[in-house]
């Protein structure tokens, strides 16, 4: 396509963080984990969703998780967070844009990622409404350093980027 026939494209970042607590499933990305712990949070803690959500409100400029699905309402209580993300794409879509790619590196020391990254892209890709190859999903240690080192939590940073749908 000539670029200047292409839709504009916008790039937003998101980060998020959760403790561990005993007791799993472990849920990233909308794939339940088999692991001895889970994340504790308001909602059902899922930080691959969450980083993901904020990445794509952050390109649309639409604000963040937190101020679209607040805390403060019980709604939001151990709330899917893959349904979360499914409301944020409908929001960016309503204002014209289209998610393009989205990349994703979880940081945890264990468990491995790797065995579930296909599950991951292909939940993902659904909700996103890309194909499973326009996302990527990584895992990543913290070489044992600091709280991630420790085993107190779990941290994800994602990217996302957006295309302007013609009308
Ligand atoms: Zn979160």
């Excluded at 980060?15 to 990305?29: C, E, I, K, M, N």
């Excluded at 990349?103 to 890309?130: G, K, Y």
Aim: hydrophobic fraction near 45%; include cysteine.
């Amino acid at each position: 396509m000539p670029l200047e026939r292409a839709g504009i494209a916008r790039t937003g970042i998101g980060y998020d963080s959760h403790r561990f607590a005993p007791g799993g499933p472990l849920v990233l990305g909308g794939v339940r984990i088999p692991s001895e712990q889970r994340l504790e949070g308001h909602s059902d803690a899922d930080a691959v969703a969450h980083a993901v959500t904020d990445a794509v409100l952050g390109a649309a400029s639409e604000g963040d998780i937190g101020s679209m699905f607040p805390d403060s309402d019980p709604a939001n209580r151990n709330r899917d967070s893959m349904e979360m993300l499914s409301l944020a794409i409908r929001r960016i879509e309503a204002k014209g844009f289209a998610v393009m790619h989205a990349d994703i590196t979880v940081i945890v020391e264990r468990p491995s990622i790797a065995p579930h990254r296909v599950a991951m892209c292909d939940a993902l890709a659904r909700v996103l409404h890309v194909a499973t190859d326009a996302i990527s999903v990584k895992g990543k240690t913290n070489e044992g350093m600091g709280w991630i080192g420790r085993g107190e939590g779990l941290a994800c940073i994602a990217i996302a980027t957006l295309v302007e749908v013609p009308r």
